[in-house]
C-alpha cells in the first residue's frame, strides 16, 4: 500500500460499531482518523501497511519453531517493512550481530543473511556485504528450508570466519 486515503471517524461512531468499522479496515483496506470533540486523537489503518507481504501462518510457525529450539533472538521491520530476525553470536572474543531479513514473498524469496561488525576483507560475502551462506539462491528450497536451517547455516559461516580470523585461510567443506 503506497498511499493512504484516511476517512475521518468521529469517536462515537467507533464505540457504536468497532467491530463492523475494524472488519473495514481488515478486510476492505479502510484507513480512518480518530476525531474526538473536532481533534484528531488516532488512526485505523491495515496491519499490511507495517508489515511484509508474508503469509501469518508461516511467520507464526517460524517464530513457534524457534522458541521450540530456545533460540534467543528478536525481531524487527526493516527497511521496505521486511521482517527481520536478529541473533547474537560470539566469534572469538567479540559478538557479531547476525540479521536475517525475510523478504516479501517468503518463503519463495530466499532470507538475506548479513553480519555487523566483520572485518572488510573477509571472503564469502555478496558485493552488498550480505553472507554468501547457501551459495546461489537456486539452492533455497522453499518446500524443504526454512528459518532453522538458515540459522545452521550461517552459524558454519561464522565458525569458518572464526577459523579465517585465525589462520587467514577459509575452511573447506567436508
Not at 572485518?119 to 528459518?147: F, M, Q, V
Not at 558454519?156 to 575452511?171: A, E, F
Request: proline letters at 7%.
Amino acid at each position: 500500500m503506497n498511499q493512504i486515503e484516511f476517512k475521518s471517524l468521529p469517536m462515537m461512531a467507533l464505540r457504536r460499531s468497532p467491530g463492523e468499522i475494524l472488519d473495514e479496515v481488515s478486510q476492505e483496506g479502510a484507513a480512518f482518523i480518530i476525531e474526538r470533540n473536532g481533534q484528531q486523537k488516532a488512526c485505523l489503518v491495515p496491519v499490511s501497511c507495517f508489515l511484509p507481504d508474508i503469509q501469518p501462518s508461516r511467520l507464526t510457525a517460524e517464530i513457534n519453531r524457534l522458541m521450540d529450539l530456545d533460540e534467543q533472538f528478536w525481531v524487527t521491520i526493516g527497511k521496505d517493512r521486511q521482517i527481520q530476525f536478529s541473533f547474537k553470536e560470539h566469534v572469538r572474543d567479540d559478538v557479531v550481530e547476525v540479521t536475517v531479513t525475510l523478504p516479501h514473498g517468503y518463503p519463495n524469496a530466499a532470507p538475506i543473511v548479513a553480519a555487523n561488525p566483520l572485518k572488510d576483507e573477509c571472503p564469502h560475502r555478496w558485493s552488498d556485504g550480505t553472507l554468501c551462506i547457501y551459495g546461489a539462491s537456486a539452492i533455497w528450497n522453499p518446500g524443504k528450508h526454512d528459518l532453522s536451517h538458515v540459522i545452521n547455516q550461517f552459524r558454519r559461516w561464522i565458525q569458518h570466519y572464526s577459523v579465517w580470523l585465525q589462520t587467514g585461510s577459509w575452511p573447506k567443506d567436508q
